[in-house]
Nanobody, 123 residues
Framework: VQLVESGGGLVQAGGSLRLSCAASGLTLSGYTEAWFRQAPGTEREFVAAITWAAVTTDYTDSVKGRFTISRDNAKNTVYLQMNSLKFEDTAVYYC?????????????????WGQGTQVTVSS
């Protein structure tokens, strides 16, 4: 099973990026997908999650109204659209999957992880 993130990069504050997470060896149907992030010297934190049928989404307060999580189960891919980026959004972003139809904020609940993609926002 592999989750591969892409779409990270360097962007100015106020700009946008779209992250993708493609799964192989795993059919995402039946899995809740999430994005976490980790800045240097900090713990990995929850950003957003989406249930497999996209019925439920959840976001950490700091990204509400700016980030949108979505998924295309036919393409086995999850996305994170990030708008109005701020310097404090700078981090390595990870996608994760858990066999559940309930969103969860605890990283220990997720059993599959990608390798991460760097997002750097310049102020």
């Amino acid at each position: 099973v592999q989750l591969v993130e892409s779409g990270g990069g360097l962007v100015q504050a106020g700009g946008s990026l779209r992250l993708s997470c493609a799964a192989s060896g795993l059919t995402l149907s039946g899995y809740t997908e999430a994005w976490f992030r980790q800045a240097p010297g900090t713990e990995r934190e929850f950003v957003a999650a989406i249930t497999w049928a996209a019925v439920t989404t959840d976001y950490t307060d700091s990204v509400k109204g700016r980030f949108t999580i979505s998924r295309d189960n036919a393409k086995n891919t999850v996305y994170l659209q990030m708008n109005s980026l701020k310097f404090e959004d700078t981090a390595v972003y990870y996608c994760a999957a858990r066999p559940s139809n309930v969103v969860g904020w605890n990283r220990d609940q997720y059993i599959y992880w990608g390798q991460g993609t760097q997002v750097t926002v310049s102020s």
